[in-house]
């Protein structure tokens, strides 16, 4: 696994976005002070791919995602990894209640040649290539197919962490082997044996089902298909035989068929001669049918002396006047009988409301001089109180003048000044005044209630003299209509005699329908009767139609009891004939039922001859005999040449179940996977011990014992320590050497997709002293120089920092960290 890009924005220190370019860097440094966010960065990559970091504390797991105070976290990262190229994407968020969650996560497979620098173009997610993941849970598998590193693993061999940086160094044999089995895709083999052992299990199971279906087909042999030739011919002379015996059987039975059709037909004649007698009732019909018809007739009379008594009614009716016109000429004398009462009351209520209209005019001519007499009063109080007010102004002046002095009105000396009255008339004057304006406003109400008391009377005057002459003008209309009437109790006799007559009408109407009725059902009755008589005439016509062939004599047409009496003779002389046949006939259809029984004896005895049961169909059941027997030898030829091709598979897997039983047992049985570990742990551990004797002036050198890591110290006369028992900058060393060596001797010994394509560090390089660090640098250079994998260091130490060609400074304020590329 290679980085190429690194997006983040909102996660941890990186609070705004920020991108760090890796294309080109293949060996780079993380430089800044403690604090600044440098494995921060190394956070991001491994949360992107695995959705956790090392360092995390497990209390607040993905929240410590989160930048302090943002509510969403996204972390992008492109990586290459077996030649194909990758993007990974995890985003977190927090929701309203605090809860921080995985809001999105996805893997997705970039085309071929893909430029990383579009992504600064806001292409959209659908953008980037094939969707391998969508959710966290598919990441997990998705990440391991593309990395081919479990999270525990990567951390050990890839990215290794600040305090996990010794994990390879101090894993237990069994973890480090597991570590070992992923990384050179040792596994394969393993998949190997398991496929082995199931082919072989698939082959041994198919040579079962081969074997049984073997053992179903045991009767094809030599001796089966022999005899089943043999059955064969028999069946073909069988036929030939049966074809030279059916033309006698279908003789016989040619004449016993006809036989049987003459003594059929007799029978069938005599059936039908038995059957001719005359149906129950026959006389009956005949007398019906004239009955009905006379009741028809008297029907028909009836009814037109019932049309003849209404037609006379109609003419009576007709000459006896209109009787619209005597009822409207009778409403007329009602009319001028009520208009006449009506006048008298209408002339009543006009003199009453002349006399009404007069009062009202009285009494209005009185409230129009009591309101003048008001107005009066009220225009003398106004005047009164004016003059009252003119009094009070001028002893008001009095109180200003000076005898001697000039008056300040009229400007002539004052001779005396007159004394002050003892009181104002103004109060007075005032309460006069404000009697006289109610008196005057009452007496203007009065005049108009007195007004619109004269005006209605008058309209109800004016409405009793319309209504009067009206009634007038429409009594002298019907007394000029009225001038030629007979009188009231006339026109009543005359409308009394009219309804009459309608009722005798309608009464003679009733008659007519009823007989109308009667005649129908008459009619009804007849035309039943005759169906009858035709029915049966059909009938007995069908009967005699039955025997025509037979010669019955000629019927009298007119009298059907006559005529069924002389059928049912003839057919009583008839059948008599037929019977003294019928013996002669018998005896021939039984000799000729006896030739035809000799006839399919012989051909039974052929069939039982062979072996088979009789048929009868002779020739169908040796036709049939025969395709069976051809069908037999057919199948058994089939079954042999299938259990021919059977045993030529049986062969085959045999053969692919050894193959496969060998080549699992052997990697089984050698430990094959075991032997090539141990071969890879050599490997590493010859390659570490090298770079350890480097690291620390040929003093410590790496071995292995059983899985187990030991130091051999050369200034110590070769002692041999544990691992566990080294000091920091010991174990520093050691662990270093290890994760080197991983990086350098492993990559080329992997058969899976996991290949260790880049290492970067995260660990104390401070604590190493300057000689040890010149070391450390130039193994890390001679490393990158090869150029087959990415080398990365996170460090605070400047010596080692500027002998990194690519420096990715990080830099940190009261916001957000920031990343910028230093060096080439």
């Not at 980037?128 to 197919?145: H, I, K, N, R, S």
């Not at 002692?719 to 060393?733: A, C, D, P, Y």
Request: glycine content about 6%; hydrophobic content about 45%; aromatic content about 4%.
């Amino acid at each position: 696994m290679r980085p190429l890009r690194l997006d983040m924005a909102g996660f941890a220190a990186f609070r705004e976005e920020t991108t760090i370019d890796f294309t080109d860097a293949d060996f780079f440094a993380l430089v800044g002070p403690t604090g600044s966010g440098k494995s921060t960065v190394l956070d991001a990559i491994c949360f992107a791919l695995y959705g956790t970091v090392p360092r995390w504390a497990s209390s607040r797991g993905i929240a410590n995602a989160l930048a302090p105070s943002a509510t969403e976290a996204r972390v992008r990262l492109v990586f290459e990894s077996a030649g194909d190229r990758y993007v990974a994407t995890r985003v977190v968020r927090r929701d309203g209640r605090g809860n921080v969650k995985t809001g999105n996560a996805g893997l997705q497979l970039m085309p071929p040649g893909f430029d990383v620098t579009k992504l600064d173009t806001g292409m959209s997610p659908e953008d980037l290539g094939e969707v391998l993941a969508g959710t966290p849970a598919e990441m997990e598998q998705a990440v391991l197919d593309a990395v081919g590193l479990p999270y525990e693993q990567f951390t050990s061999c890839v990215v290794l962490p600040q305090g996990q940086f010794a994990d390879f160094l101090h894993a237990k044999p069994a973890t480090r082997q597991q570590i070992l089995v992923n990384l050179l895709g040792l596994g394969v083999y393993e998949e190997v044996q398991k496929k082995a052992t199931a082919r072989a299990a698939e082959a041994e199971a198919r040579l079962g089902v081969i074997d049984q279906e073997l053992n179903r087909l045991s009767d094809a042999d030599d001796a089966s298909l022999a005899a089943a030739e043999a059955e064969m011919a028999a069946m073909h002379r069988l036929a030939a035989a049966v074809d030279a015996a059916v033309p006698d059987l279908e003789r016989t039975l040619a004449a016993v068929t006809a036989a049987e059709a003459e003594l059929a037909a007799l029978d069938a004649e005599l059936a039908e001669l038995d059957r001719l007698r005359p149906p129950a009732g026959v006389g009956e019909i005949a007398r019906a049918v004239a009955d009905a018809r006379a009741a028809a007739a008297d029907a028909g009379a009836a009814v037109t002396q019932a049309e003849e008594r209404e037609e006379k009614l109609r003419g009576e009716l007709a000459a006896a006047g209109d009787p619209a016109a005597l009822s409207l000429l009778l409403g007329a004398h009602t009319d001028a009988d009520r208009l006449t009462a009506e006048a008298a009351t209408g002339r009543d209520a006009l003199r009453r409301a002349d006399a009404a209209h007069a009062t009202a005019q009285a009494a209005l001519t009185a409230a129009r001089d009591a309101r003048a007499t008001a107005d009066a009063e009220l225009e003398a109080a106004r005047r009164a109180y004016q003059e009252a007010q003119a009094a009070d102004r001028a002893a008001a002046l009095r109180a200003h003048l000076t005898a001697g002095a000039p008056c300040p009105v009229c400007t002539q000396p004052v001779t005396a000044v007159p004394p002050l009255p003892a009181g104002s008339a103004v109060p007075a004057a005032e309460a006069a005044g404000h009697a006289a304006r109610a008196a005057a406003e009452a007496a203007a109400r009065l005049v108009d209630e007195r007004d619109r008391v004269a005006r209605d009377a008058e309209r109800t005057r004016d409405r009793a003299r319309n209504r009067t002459e009206q009634l007038d003008e429409q009594l002298r209309e019907l007394t000029a209509r009225l001038a030629d009437s007979p009188g009231p109790a006339a026109l009543r006799r005359e409308l009394d005699a009219h309804r009459a007559l309608r009722d005798e009408l309608e009464t003679a109407g009733t008659a007519v329908r009823a007989a109308r009725e009667a005649t129908r059902r008459a009619r009804a009755a007849v035309e039943s009767t005759e169906e009858r008589l035709r029915t049966a005439w059909r009938t007995f016509d069908s009967a005699r139609d039955g025997v025509a062939r037979l010669g019955p004599p000629a019927v009298d047409r007119d009298d059907l009891t006559a005529a069924w009496a002389a059928l049912a003779d003839w057919a009583t002389g008839a059948a008599d004939r037929r019977r003294a046949d019928r013996t002669a006939r018998a005896a021939a259809v039984a000799e000729s039922r006896a030739a035809s029984g000799t006839a399919r004896a012989r051909i039974a005895d052929l069939f039982t001859a062979v072996g088979l049961t009789p048929d009868d169909d002779p020739v169908r059941a040796a036709t049939i005999a025969v395709e069976r027997a051809g069908s037999a030898h057919r199948r058994l030829v089939e079954r042999r040449a299938e259990a021919d091709r059977l045993h030529e598979q049986r062969g085959e897997h045999e053969r692919a179940a050894r193959v496969a039983r060998a080549l699992a047992g052997h990697l089984r049985a050698n430990n094959f996977e075991r032997w090539l570990l141990a071969e890879a742990l050599d490997l590493l551990v010859d390659g570490a011990s090298t770079i350890l004797r480097e690291l620390s002036g040929g003093q410590y050198e790496l071995v292995h014992d059983k899985g187990e890591f030991f130091v051999v110290d050369h200034h110590d006369a070769g002692l041999r320590r544990g691992v566990r028992t080294l000091s920091g900058g010991e174990t520093f060393q050691a662990s270093l050497a290890l994760a080197l060596a991983l990086s350098e001797q492993l990559a080329g010994m992997s058969t899976a997709a996991a290949s260790l394509e880049s290492i970067v560090l995260d660990e104390g390089f401070g604590t190493l002293d300057a000689a040890t660090l010149d070391v450390v640098a130039a193994t890390l250079e001679n490393l990158a120089a090869r150029g087959d994998r990415m080398v990365g260091v996170v460090t605070h130490v400047p010596a080692l920092a500027e002998r990194v060609p690519v420096r990715f400074q990080v830099h940190k304020d009261a916001r957000t960290a920031r990343v910028e590329r230093t060096g080439l």
